[in-house]
């Protein structure tokens, strides 16, 4: 009897089973005549391990695409908690301020489990070479900062590009104060202004040099820099420039926050000059544009664009870019139509106009040397005639920085940063950094050029009329110009969408009959 049931239970494992498969193995599945007849020839069962698998597989799809709808029904909560009412494509916007800006502000305060992982014993010495100009500078130093932190090391001081195509011999203490610096950051990482003496004196070799891959994670730091650090005790990370990954624990984040918009501050006679220059703007005039207009022969030649100059332009941006050795050929249309060129400063004073600001608004623009000169400068001029520059309003006070490239800029950045609405041409570092200052001070308007789509309107601009032209000029520009969700939290380069950092305050009900009620944000 017993044995029956053996024999029986065997043939039965022999038998071909239904087996339900996901559709990306559904070949197998068809013709069923056929499989079965396979099975039955070579006697075995389908693998379990292979079931299992495929279960697991198609387990895996589903998550993942309720994951992404969760995804974005979340977003889609968090647009309507933060913008109950859609602005309709018709709907006229605000080109001096977003009615939202009032809503939110920068939260970047260390909390108390924060708090408590710092002023324990240093591994050792951080020294830090920055790489760029001012602004690239910048993002080093705030990044540098932050691996401090996660190597529990003491940094020094960083020591700033000398050797870039600017040439400015600046320190950090021509630029940045110093003591602010040291002060503010103290609850969060050790700094010094030099690797003491006894501890170079004790050093049997002198400090490791290394360069770390560009946007490199925290666990680099920690398997590839820290073993270094403990045995050699002073490590140097050279052209230190993003080299720090984008994502990051939100705590990090915002230690981000309080380097770039709160430790970094300028000395004092850069903050003095600047402020003359906001409050001869002022004077004129109760509010004002800043346009950040990169187009320097530099900028054109790295971009591989191209502007209309023959052969004359297209050699002398030729010879500049050869300094970049790694830059690939590009072909200039294919890089236009990418929206990867500085808009001219005509096409600047063109979307301005056409977005609706008049020709009586009064403009500060930060550049440097324009490509062209004054010939390239004047259709700009033309559409804004109050237009000023730090050199125009600052005169002889200006001559103490002259020859200082980033003291120059540093004076830029802050008329910008306070100004009522700051515009680029570009997507450099400046204007990250400042479009991410101006949200993390709530969202201040800013204007950036939805570059890929404009193009092929400015090419077009004489075949349609001037109100056709503004029309489509403020539609393409609807999703560029600084409202609060723009970018969804956590997408887009840090340093320009600083996500962590900005928090919503909650809102009074509006009880005026036909205006929308916007709740606070949970």
Same mark, same amino acid.
Not at 161 to 179: G, L, M, P, Q, R
Not at 310 to 321: F, H, M
Not at 371 to 378: A, I
Not at 415 to 437: P, Q, R
């Given at each position: 009897?017993?044995?029956?049931?053996?024999?029986?239970?065997?043939?039965?494992?022999?038998?071909?089973?239904?087996?339900?498969?996901?559709?990306?193995?559904?070949?197998?599945?068809?013709?069923?005549?056929?499989?079965?007849? +396979?099975?039955?020839?070579?006697?075995?069962?389908?693998?379990?391990?292979?079931?299992?698998?495929?279960?697991?597989?198609?387990?895996?799809?589903?998550?993942?695409?309720?994951?992404?709808?969760?995804?974005?029904?979340?977003?889609?909560?968090?647009?309507?908690?933060?913008?109950?009412?859609?602005?309709?494509?018709?709907?006229?916007?605000?080109?001096?301020?977003?009615?939202?800006?009032?809503?939110?502000?920068?939260?970047?305060?260390?909390?108390?489990?924060?708090?408590?992982?710092?002023?324990?014993?240093?591994?050792?010495?951080?020294?830090?070479?920055?790489?760029?100009?001012?602004?690239?500078?910048?993002?080093?130093?705030?990044?540098?900062?932050?691996?401090?932190?996660?190597?529990?090391?003491?940094?020094?001081?960083?020591?700033?590009?000398?050797?870039?195509?600017?040439?400015?011999?600046?320190?950090?203490?021509?630029?940045?104060?110093?003591?602010?610096?040291?002060?503010?950051?103290?609850?969060?990482?050790?700094?010094?202004?030099?690797?003491?003496?006894?501890?170079?004196?004790?050093?049997?070799?002198?400090?490791?040099?290394?360069?770390?891959?560009?946007?490199?994670?925290?666990?680099?730091?920690?398997?590839?820099? !820290?073993?270094?650090?403990?045995?050699?005790?002073?490590?140097?990370? +050279?052209?230190?420039?993003?080299?720090?990954?984008?994502?990051?624990?939100?705590? !990090?984040?915002?230690?981000?926050?309080?380097?770039?918009?709160?430790?970094?501050?300028?000395?004092?006679?850069?903050?003095?000059?600047?402020?003359?220059?906001?409050?001869?703007?002022?004077?004129?005039?109760?509010?004002?544009?800043?346009?950040?207009?990169?187009?320097?022969?530099?900028?054109?030649?790295?971009?591989?664009?191209?502007?209309?100059?023959?052969?004359?332009?297209?050699?002398?941006?030729?010879?500049?870019?050869?300094?970049?050795?790694?830059?690939?050929?590009?072909? /200039?249309?294919?890089?236009?139509?990418?929206?990867k060129c500085p808009l001219t400063p005509r096409e600047v004073g063109l979307m301005l106009r056409a977005l609706g600001f008049q020709n009586d608004t009064f403009i500060y623009v930060a550049s440097g040397e324009i490509y062209g000169g004054e010939k390239t400068l004047q259709p700009l001029k033309d559409f804004f005639p109050n237009f000023y520059t730090k050199d125009m309003l600052a005169r002889s006070d200006l001559k103490p920085f002259l020859s200082f490239s980033s003291r120059l800029a540093a004076i830029d950045y802050i008329v910008c940063e306070e100004s009522d609405v700051?515009?680029?041409?570009?997507?450099?570092?400046?204007?990250?950094?400042? /479009?991410?200052?101006?949200?993390?001070?709530?969202?201040?308007?800013?204007?950036?050029?939805?570059?890929?789509?404009?193009?092929?309107?400015?090419?077009?601009?004489?075949?349609?009329?001037?109100?056709?032209?503004?029309?489509?000029?403020?539609?393409?520009?609807?999703?560029?110009?600084?409202?609060?969700?723009?970018?969804?939290?956590?997408?887009?380069?840090?340093?320009?969408?600083?996500?962590?950092?900005?928090?919503?305050?909650?809102?009074?009900?509006? +009880?005026?009959?036909?205006?929308? +009620?916007?709740?606070?944000?949970?």
């Amino acid at each position: 009897m017993l044995m029956g049931l053996r024999t029986a239970r065997k043939l039965d494992l022999l038998k071909p089973r239904r087996i339900a498969l996901p559709l990306r193995l559904g070949v197998l599945a068809a013709p069923r005549k056929r499989l079965r007849s +396979t099975w039955v020839c070579h006697k075995k069962p389908l693998s379990r391990a292979l079931v299992c698998g495929s279960m697991l597989f198609a387990l895996g799809l589903v998550s993942l695409f309720a994951g992404q709808m969760a995804a974005d029904l979340e977003w889609s909560q968090l647009r309507a908690r933060w913008r109950p009412k859609r602005i309709k494509s018709n709907e006229p916007v605000d080109i001096w301020k977003s009615k939202y800006s009032d809503l939110y502000y920068g939260c970047s305060d260390r909390s108390d489990r924060f708090r408590s992982t710092v002023h324990k014993g240093s591994n050792g010495y951080l020294l830090i070479a920055t790489s760029g100009g001012l602004n690239q500078q910048r993002i080093g130093i705030t990044d540098a900062v932050v691996v401090a932190l996660i190597l529990n090391a003491t940094l020094v001081i960083p020591e700033m590009d000398h050797h870039s195509f600017w040439k400015d011999n600046s320190d950090f203490a021509d630029i940045f104060d110093v003591e602010w610096f040291i002060s503010s950051l103290s609850e969060d990482v050790s700094i010094v202004k030099r690797v003491p003496d006894k501890v170079m004196r004790s050093m049997e070799k002198p400090p490791y040099t290394m360069r770390p891959p560009r946007k490199s994670v925290p666990e680099y730091y920690l398997d590839q820099v !820290l073993p270094i650090l403990l045995r050699r005790r002073v490590v140097q990370l +050279t052209k230190f420039d993003y080299r720090l990954t984008n994502s990051l624990d939100k705590e !990090l984040q915002k230690l981000r926050c309080r380097v770039n918009f709160h430790a970094l501050r300028f000395t004092k006679s850069i903050q003095v000059l600047a402020q003359k220059l906001i409050q001869r703007m002022r004077n004129m005039s109760a509010r004002y544009i800043a346009v950040h207009l990169r187009f320097e022969p530099d900028m054109l030649a790295f971009s591989g664009c191209y502007y209309g100059g023959g052969d004359k332009e297209r050699n002398e941006l030729g010879d500049i870019r050869k300094r970049w050795a790694t830059l690939p050929d590009v072909s /200039a249309e294919g890089e236009r139509s990418r929206g990867k060129c500085p808009l001219t400063p005509r096409e600047v004073g063109l979307m301005l106009r056409a977005l609706g600001f008049q020709n009586d608004t009064f403009i500060y623009v930060a550049s440097g040397e324009i490509y062209g000169g004054e010939k390239t400068l004047q259709p700009l001029k033309d559409f804004f005639p109050n237009f000023y520059t730090k050199d125009m309003l600052a005169r002889s006070d200006l001559k103490p920085f002259l020859s200082f490239s980033s003291r120059l800029a540093a004076i830029d950045y802050i008329v910008c940063e306070e100004s009522d609405v700051f515009v680029t041409n570009n997507n450099g570092n400046m204007a990250k950094i400042l /479009a991410g200052h101006r949200r993390y001070m709530g969202h201040k308007r800013t204007i950036r050029p939805n570059a890929k789509r404009l193009s092929s309107l400015f090419k077009a601009r004489n075949q349609m009329d001037w109100e056709t032209f503004s029309r489509k000029v403020k539609s393409l520009q609807r999703d560029f110009m600084g409202e609060p969700d723009e970018v969804r939290p956590g997408r887009g380069e840090f340093h320009e969408f600083p996500s962590s950092c900005i928090c919503q305050r909650p809102a009074q009900n509006k +009880t005026a009959a036909g205006q929308s +009620t916007i709740r606070p944000e949970s």
